[in-house]
Structure formats: C-alpha cells, structure tokens
DNA sequence: CTTCAGGGACCGG
DNA sequence: CCGGTCCCTGAA
C-alpha cells in the first residue's frame, strides 16, 4: 500500500531526535508500538506495510496543515532561513508513553545512547514478533516494567534514570494515564513522575501527544534563543518565563518552530 | 590512563 | 532562584 505526500522527508522527519520509536532497517524505517508498522519513501510516494494511512498519517504529523504552520512561523529572517532548511519535517506524533520513556531516557544523554537503550529495553520488556521473515522487538511495555522491579533494571545500565523510569512506568500502571485527559490536567500529573521536568513535560506534549503549543527547550535552544531572540525572551530568566516569551512571539505553532530552528541550527553547527 | 560533557531533574540552601 | 550532585558512556 501506498499514498501521496508533498514537500514531506521521512528520513529528516524521524532523524531529528524528536522521536526514538522509530528504527531505520536498511531502507526502511521501522516501528512496534502495538503492532509493527514498516515505510520506505519513494519520491513522493510513502509505502507502508502495516497500520492504515491514516493512523500512519496521524503518527507522523501528514495531517498538519503544513502550509498554513509555516506561512503563520514565517515571522523574521532567521526562521525563514529555518524553514527553507527543515521545511520537510514534520512534528512526530508518538502518543504518552512512547514519549514519557525516550524523554527521561534523553536527559543528559545523546541521540545513538537513547536509541540503544530503547533497543535494549525492548529485548526485556518488549513482545516478539516475526515479520517477512526478520524478528522485531515491540517498544518497551510499562506493564512489564513495572513487574519486572527496580533489580531487573538495574541491568539496563541507565544510571540514575533508573528511578526515573520506574517511576513512570509506575504511574503509567496505576493511573492508566490517558490521552483524553485534558492537556492542563494531564501537565499536572506529569510532573508528579520523578524524571519528567519542564523540559521532558515539552518535549512528551509535543511529540507525545502533538500539542503543537509546546515549546521544549535543551542547552541548544537556549544558545540560539540568546543569540538570535535575545529581544524577544526580553530578560526572561527561567525555564518557564522564556518558554512563555517564545510562545507568545510564534503563537499556536510554536513547536514546530522550535523543531525547525533546532534541526537548522544543530545540524549547520550555529552556536 | 584521566578528564569532561552530553537534548536535565532534584534537593538543599 | 542558584549550585552541587546524580549514573553511564564515549570522545578527547
């Protein structure tokens, strides 16, 4: 099966670090969340096996009036520059708890060790599954995390994310946290998982559940912000009070200015 | 071999 | 608010 997309990279999309779910198999890329899903992009063609065109749509941001998003971010120089660089990306929808865990998993860590600790994970506390003839490992399952206790953990060699992922494995057990929570309420209860600051509570609403508001912000953003916003952020000094200036300056797409200045930034080495 | 920073969070002051 | 500390990994 496959569908048309325009002015879309799947390949930039899931290689931006905003989503670790999924895993690029020779020339496809690859995701068992659930059920397995496989792409490959042909031009602009999106082949899939698995899943249906629009969950696939849904998870990878094709359902954004991109148009719009940009012609709305298009506000200066620099992030023109930005959108004529990353313009193809799209902001990943990976839903709560595939986010939740790759973000705790984030902190203090790059892109490949987030990615193998995924991987690892999913050996333990994955399903198996068999597909046109390869084994896939389903994402990491909190159920089983939780009862597989903090020892078996502590083989996972995460340091002191451990706790941290045990906690929201936890919370995600107890609570059966779901999507349909309100966004205020569910900020609330995120916070109350060790592990999940202002930053990784960004980063789960907008590539976790596409709250296209959020605006997450590491020491990357940061430098960028005081070099080429520095008038906008007027001072701000915490996480919060620069997260709120930016927000008020790009508006209700200001993820997806976020995900544009940071793959134009990061991968041109502006600092 | 040692040193240090990496998409932060937490705790104490 | 600010600064030290946390665990592990890989690059220098």
């Not at 698995?50 to 990878?60: F, Q």
């Not at 940009?70 to 620099?78: G, P, T």
């Not at 609570?175 to 060790?194: A, C, M």
């Not at 701000?236 to 927000?247: F, G, L, P, T």
Request: net charge neutral.
């Amino acid at each position: 099966m496959e569908f048309t997309v325009n002015d879309f990279s799947l390949d930039k999309t899931l290689s931006a670090g905003q989503t670790f779910s999924w895993e690029k198999r020779e020339d496809k890329w690859v995701s068992f969340i659930g059920k397995p899903i496989i792409l490959k992009q042909v031009g602009d063609k999106i082949e899939y096996y698995g899943g249906s065109e629009d969950e696939i749509k849904k998870r990878l941001g094709l359902s954004d009036d991109i148009i719009s998003i940009r012609a709305e971010l298009d506000k200066d120089d620099f992030l023109d520059k930005a959108i004529e660089y990353s313009g193809t990306l799209r902001v990943i929808n990976d839903g709560l708890w595939p986010a939740t865990l790759s973000f705790i998993l984030s902190i203090q860590s790059n892109i490949p060790l987030i990615l193998r600790r995924i991987s690892s994970l999913s050996r333990t506390y994955g399903r198996e599954s068999d597909l046109d003839g390869k084994t896939f490992y389903s994402f990491p399952n909190y159920t089983e995390i939780k009862e597989g206790g903090l020892e078996a953990l502590k083989n996972q060699k995460l340091g002191f994310r451990t706790k941290f992922v045990l906690s929201a494995a936890e919370y995600f057990y107890k609570h059966e946290l779901s999507e349909s929570l309100g966004t205020e309420d569910l900020r609330d209860r995120l916070l109350d998982i060790k592990g999940v600051g202002e930053k990784v509570l960004d980063c789960i609403l907008l590539y976790g559940l596409h709250d296209l508001s959020a605006f997450p912000m590491d020491v990357w953003m940061f430098r960028i912000l005081t070099k080429e916003y520095n008038h906008i952020l007027n001072g701000a000094k915490n996480y919060k009070s620069k997260r709120q200036a930016m927000v008020n300056y790009f508006g209700k797409y200001a993820g997806y200015a976020q995900l544009f200045i940071y793959n134009y930034s990061r991968l041109n080495k502006i600092k």
